[in-house]
């Protein structure tokens, strides 16, 4: 089930409707949607947003007690045992200004089932189409204040009253990899409006909680983008009316980007990501999260990841690191599985038992090519003999494995959607 708030029924039925025209190509069907069309679901998709926006971090610490929002806001300070380093409680987090950067991203997840949806689109858009595609979702931050009062129910980001769609689309930009692109469609405004507020809000939420979705590059050049709105907006504060108020609070949410940027840089620097062998792994772990949401996946899947990524500590034992790859193998063995079965179930094949069983049917069924067969099959008997027949496991050996699933994840499931393949609806 894809997270985040309910969708419109609008919603439901435009994204039920994604049955793009195909070309065929051999034997696999690559999905494909006209521009046009996917502008006009995208459109449909963000005007709901805007009324019921569904974006949010969550905390994904796997050893932290299961309170409710209204029990963590009482508590204040809280100290999560699976990490023993002080953290605040999302509420307390952004009452603070600057922001503080936590310099563990995987205590975090940001979900939204309006950003699932956009995934799920841009995926059938053609490649040359894509750019086209970003560009006139990016068009919404020149309308001036598209902002709409609040509805009672929307917790963050919200200003003056107002929720705004733009808080996605900037989500949706830096994730996918256009974040360059959403800087330059932001530095020039001249509206100094609740809208722009908000996504200036949603970058602080986005710095704070995974700023490894920014390159060095990204972090150093944002506060320079950025200047010439802060000195439009300086010029507003003397008014007294909302304008001013709303002049302020973009004011306050640069000078807060400004100084998280130049933390997160010190944490590259001094290599607070050393779990994290680079940046491209970390961005693509978070791309099979949006896949396993928008391709139908049991919502274990996500589960076992995050279960292997708890394991999968600095300080981690051989035994931790072990669990580690049973929970990486759990993964893998099921990602194929779930393919394997559903093309099993359309070809009328009985279905498979055994993972290298599965792997055979996937090239049988043209879904992998022989050599692509027996790299999945060396990599899954690497997973068995470390997670499962080892007693412990060697760090270097883990950093290995889970950087290979990672990656092939991101292949496997992106070969699923270019084939038009999905699990569930």
Sequence with gaps: MLGGSPTSIASFRAISSLSP????????ILPCMELAEAISKAELILDQERIRPSVEYREVSINWPALSQEVRR??????????GNPILNLSTQRKTHPRRVNEDPNLYKFTSANFDYLVLIFSQVREGDREAFIAHILERVKLGDS??????SYVFPTFGNKVS???????FAIR?????????????ATIISKSLALLLIQIEDTLAFNFNLFTDEQLQGLPYYLVGLLQRAEGKMRNSTASGATASRIVQSIEGIRQECERARYLYLTGALRELPNLEIDQDKKKIESYLSALGFDPLMQKALDEAESEYRSDASGFELKNALTHLRTFYEQLHFQVGHLLSDRA?????????QVLTTLRVLNFFTEKE????AALYGLLSDEGVHALTAKR???RLMRNMVIEYGVMFLKMMAEKGIKIGP
């Design 396 to 398: 270097e050996y883990a």
């Design 147 to 152: 902002a709409l009062c609040d509805q009672g």
């Design 373 to 376: 067969e027996k790299f999945a």
């Design 165 to 171: 769609e733009l808080p996605l689309v900037a989500e």
């Design 74 to 83: 009482m508590m204040g300070p809280t100290t999560p045992p699976s990490t």
């Design 176 to 188: 996918t990899g256009y974040a360059d692109q959403l800087f330059k469609v932001v530095a020039p």
């Design 348 to 356: 009328g094949r009985t279905r498979d038992t055994k993972c290298g």
């Design 21 to 28: 025209k195909c070309l065929p190509d051999g034997d696999a």
